[in-house]
């Protein structure tokens, strides 16, 4: 009895390590898993890290809120390829920090292939102490 009590508590512990989102550990961190869940598609992720107010501005120009860029996730609609971010730089600001660089990709979305250099901006803020994507801007570059 004691050894099957054992084996249930060992197998509970690994099923909620497994069921546990990655927690930033700063803001270049939580702008690193932001892009990790877009190119692994992992919409669950995606929206652990999102905050309730974020907001994208895609490379054409379109505001796409936290909600809707998780559904098109989830749903296939933004498939990434092959994603590469270079370039780095972080600028922090106690709980605020901002993130830019370059992001090479290779996705498709709703059906439309990119591929390219993309610059990007991304605002992360820690709130409660846990680091949040707030806002997100894709511009490609022009080779």
């Not at 009590?5 to 270049?28: H, N, Y």
């Not at 590469?84 to 292939?113: E, F, H, M």
């Amino acid at each position: 009895m004691k050894h099957l009590f054992s084996i249930v508590l060992v197998m509970l512990t690994l099923a909620a390590k497994a069921q546990q989102l990655p927690q930033p550990t700063d803001g270049t961190d939580c702008s690193n898993l932001f892009f990790k869940a877009l190119l692994e598609e992992d919409a669950r992720s995606l929206g652990a890290l999102l905050s309730s107010d974020f907001t994208v501005v895609s490379f054409n120009g379109q505001t796409v809120s936290g909600e809707q860029l998780q559904q098109a996730v989830a749903a296939g609609e933004i498939v990434i390829n092959s994603g590469i971010l270079s370039g780095t730089s972080t600028k922090s600001y106690g709980d605020v920090a901002i993130i830019t660089g370059q992001w090479n990709l290779s996705a498709r979305i709703s059906n439309n292939s990119f591929q390219g250099d993309l610059a990007y901006i991304a605002v992360c803020v820690r709130a409660g102490g846990t680091w949040k994507v707030t806002t997100v801007q894709l511009t490609p570059l022009r080779g």
